[in-house]
């Protein structure tokens, strides 16, 4: 079983700044992606940022220059830091990673998500 926990949504005036965490926990191998997407109320869920193994990051064009991604490997955790955040950042921010978990069986990819956190950026 893996779970991946977050923390870290809530209500910040526009400009201000706001970090997510999550928490992968379980029988993972390695972790070989983590990241964020979110969705707005009528609106398709999408990438936000991405960071794979080697450390690499990819963010979608509307935050670059604003959000920074990063991870505690020994924690199996990874954060997002919102800066100068915009009314439009207003969405549920969901985890997503991309994992090899160890079973009884072997090992296997899997793909979790976490439950979401509400980030409100007023105007």
């Known amino acids: 079983q893996v779970q991946l926990v977050e923390s870290g949504g809530g209500l910040v005036q526009a400009g201000g700044s706001l970090r997510l965490s999550c928490a992968a926990s379980?029988?993972?191998?390695?972790?070989?992606?983590m990241g964020w997407y979110r969705q707005a109320p009528g609106k398709q869920r999408e990438l936000v940022a991405v960071?794979?193994?080697?450390?690499?990051?990819n963010y979608a064009d509307s935050v670059k220059g604003r959000f920074t991604i990063s991870r505690d490997s020994a924690k199996n955790t990874v954060y997002l830091q919102m800066n100068s955040l915009k009314p439009e950042d207003t969405a549920v921010y969901y985890c997503h990673a991309d994992l090899t978990v160890s079973l009884y069986s072997g090992r296997y990819n899997s793909l979790h998500w976490g439950q979401g956190t509400q980030v409100t950026v007023s105007s």
């Open positions: 379980g029988s993972i191998f390695s972790i070989n992606a």
């Open positions: 960071i794979i193994s080697g450390g690499s990051t």
